[in-house]
């Protein structure tokens, strides 16, 4: 099926710098969400963008739903070891909102 | 509260053995799914259960077979699968929306082992 083109597919950073992810899409997007994911568990849900132009904060996390709704942004800054995971971008459709498409993710690696 | 629980954690189980996963929500969410992930790719829809009716099969082998006995429970009945089924299955939920925004809220996951 068809997914999302998130980037970059893996980061490894020094603690304390930023880091930047993102994903495009060719198609229109009603929704973007970004998860994370660390081992053995489930993906929990970080930050949830709903409108095109929307710029959202969850503590050092921001995100934004870009102005054409086919791409989002997720910015970590400050990174600290508890960031390591692997963070998923997903999007839904205005049409079948209940099914989300993915990004590959972007495995965060962290050298304290 | 956004939780959702999966029992078991773990779950190792032979070809010709019957099992099941269990997820549980509180939340009044009226949507809720199933999900298959393999290791370092991201999750691949199953089901989709709305208002307690089967909405979205995504082709799955009948060695699956989903149940929702009320609008907080999701069941997954496992018989005759094969070793290449091990992976992490994920139950989600969502308030229902088919049109529109919807969120959905993960639990954390069954790892399943297949001999």
């Known amino acids: 099926g068809q997914q999302l083109n998130q980037s970059p597919q893996s980061m490894f950073i020094q603690e304390g710098e930023d880091v930047s992810m993102n994903c495009t899409s060719s198609?229109?997007?009603?929704?973007w969400l970004w998860y994370k994911q660390e081992p053995g568990e489930g993906p929990v849900l970080l930050i949830a963008?709903?409108?095109?132009?929307e710029l959202t904060s969850n503590g050092r996390l921001t995100a934004q739903f870009g102005i054409t709704r086919k791409d989002s942004f997720l910015n970590i800054s400050a990174s600290i070891p508890s960031d390591v995971g692997i963070y998923f971008c997903?999007?839904?459709?205005?049409?079948?909102?209940?099914?989300?498409?993915f990004g590959q993710g972007t495995r965060l690696t962290i050298n304290p | 509260d956004t939780e959702v629980t999966q029992t078991p954690k773990h779950l190792v189980m032979g070809m010709t053995n019957k099992k099941s996963l269990k997820c549980e929500q509180h939340?009044?969410?009226?949507?809720m799914y199933w999900y298959k992930q393999k290791a370092k790719k991201p999750p691949e829809l199953m089901f989709v259960?709305?208002?307690?009716?089967?909405?979205i099969n995504e082709s799955v082998p009948s060695r699956f077979s989903p149940e929702c006995p009320n609008s907080s429970l999701l069941n997954l009945h496992l018989h005759a699968l094969q070793p290449e089924d091990s992976a992490l299955y994920l139950c989600?939920?969502?308030?229902?929306?088919?049109?529109?925004?919807?969120?959905?809220?993960f639990g954390p996951g069954t790892r399943l082992t297949v001999l």
């Open positions: 989600a939920s969502s308030q229902g929306l088919v049109v529109g925004t919807d969120t959905q809220y």
């Open positions: 198609s229109i997007f009603n929704t």
């Open positions: 963008l709903y409108k095109a132009g």
């Open positions: 997903a999007g839904s459709r205005l049409q079948g909102a209940q099914k989300l498409v």
């Open positions: 939340m009044g969410h009226r949507a």
């Open positions: 259960y709305s208002y307690e009716k089967l909405s």
